[in-house]
């Protein structure tokens, strides 16, 4: 049987200044001024016909991804914020993200977004060097980037995430390094720190530019993990490092297989029914001009995760964390027993990639080759 696991919030603001090349999110270059008023109604009506899936439990964490959710006006936010919580119950210890671009950064503004219960940033930096956002195609520079992490901090912002990348076209080890230590300079209690990968349908994609060899890679890997250490960060997740209580609240709730509703133009949910035994996931529509359409639905996909596939989801979710999930969690949220995963978790096992216990883990080798480890979990 299927319990209801805690709930998040996300919301898509899918405009930015412009596309950068090697993102394949939803994004659109904002032409002119933004439709904030028709945008904000647009959400609070898609969250309307949510509200049937909230089922009497309180929003612990809410994140406004992009895009650029810091292209709009704390005007904007403010009519918004006013809709939630006449709609919804916060919890007291609510967490609320919301992505930054460092080329967006006004003192006020972002003043502003902290009076309204925005609690924690996520800023784009990427690299803080000159050459390397150039390639990336970034619209700041590297005194924009400094800019922006000094007013974040004098807005109040002490819980603030950092973004950066490595194996950057012609990034060598030492400008990796020389990029974590710039951002751990600031004292971020978050860090994102993650390999460039080409992806599909992207600039990128169509014309690749020339990455470091894998020796290179794996050095600047090693090198940048020791040096996290010694700052006392956890590296909580593949490519998340925290000071010690201040993982991601959101994020936690997607890899231990909580839900969210997803609102805004291509946003992306995931729902329980505990009633009916049964768990969807959603997809709203991606273009700002149909999501705006009023003669446009908003949901344009409600997939149902087959019974079969329910405790492979989860499990693929979850040995992303480095502490994996406890037994009873995934038994609370899948209704299963282990048994369901037992032939994946025994070859995991026999491969020494696995841990099982109270809790269900990668080992150290799970953790070096955790691609490995989860396409164990993959259904055919």
Same mark, same amino acid.
């Given at each position: ?6 709930? @998040? ?15 394949? #999110? ?43 959710? @810091? ?16 709609? &919804?119950? #916060? ?21 502003? %977004? ?12 990427? @690299? ?54 710039? !951002? &751990? !300079? #600031? *004292? ?12 599909? /349908?992207?600039?990128?994609? *169509? ?14 890997? +090693? ?5 996290? !250490? ?16 201040? !993982?991601?609240?959101? /994020?936690? =709730? %997607? ?14 949910? *995931? ?5 009916? /035994? ?64 037992? +032939? ?6 026999? &491969?020494?990639? &696995? /841990?099982?216990? *109270? ?11 955790? =691609? ?9």
């Amino acid at each position: 049987m299927l319990h209801l696991p805690p709930l @998040s919030l996300y919301i898509h603001v899918p405009w930015c200044i412009r596309k950068c090349p090697y993102c394949d #999110f939803n994004s659109h270059q904002a032409d002119g001024d933004l439709p904030e008023r028709e945008y904000i109604r647009a959400l609070l009506a898609d969250l309307d016909e949510d509200l049937r899936w909230v089922q009497g439990r309180e929003i612990h964490s809410i994140f406004f991804g992009g895009g650029t959710p @810091s292209l709009l006006s704390a005007r904007a936010y403010e009519a918004l914020f006013k809709g939630l919580k006449q709609r &919804l119950t #916060f919890a007291k210890d609510i967490e609320i993200t919301l992505e930054a671009n460092p080329g967006t950064f006004e003192a006020e503004k972002f003043a502003a %977004y902290r009076k309204l219960g925005i609690n924690r940033l996520s800023i784009g930096i990427q @690299s803080f060097q000159p050459e390397h956002l150039q390639k990336l195609g970034r619209v700041h520079d590297r005194e924009q980037a400094l800019r922006a992490i000094k007013l974040a901090k004098k807005a109040g912002f002490d819980n603030f995430n950092l973004d950066l990348m490595h194996g950057l076209p012609g990034q060598t080890v030492e400008q990796a390094l020389d990029d974590l230590q710039q !951002a &751990l !300079a #600031f *004292k971020p209690t978050h860090l994102s720190w993650y390999q460039l990968t080409i992806e599909p /349908n992207t600039e990128f994609y *169509k014309r690749p530019p020339q990455l470091p060899e894998d020796d290179a890679l794996w050095d600047i890997q +090693e090198a940048g993990l020791v040096l996290l !250490a010694e700052h006392g960060f956890d590296h909580y997740e593949i490519s998340a490092h925290c000071q010690p209580g201040k !993982a991601s609240k959101h /994020n936690l =709730n %997607y890899w231990q297989f909580g839900d969210y509703l997803g609102i805004g133009a291509g946003a992306h949910g *995931k729902i329980t029914l505990a009633d009916a /035994n049964v768990i969807y996931r959603t997809q709203k529509t991606r273009l700002p001009r149909d999501y705006l359409n009023p003669d446009k639905t908003f949901l344009t996909g409600k997939q149902t995760i087959e019974p079969e596939d329910i405790g492979l989801e989860c499990l693929m979710n979850g040995l992303r964390l480095r502490e994996g999930m406890l037994v009873e969690d995934f038994e609370y949220r899948t209704g299963l027993t282990l048994d369901a995963v037992a +032939e994946p978790v025994a070859k995991a096992q026999q &491969l020494g990639l &696995l /841990n099982v216990d *109270k809790r269900i883990y990668p080992t150290e080798k799970g953790q070096q080759y955790l =691609n490995e480890l989860l396409a164990l979990f993959l259904t055919e």
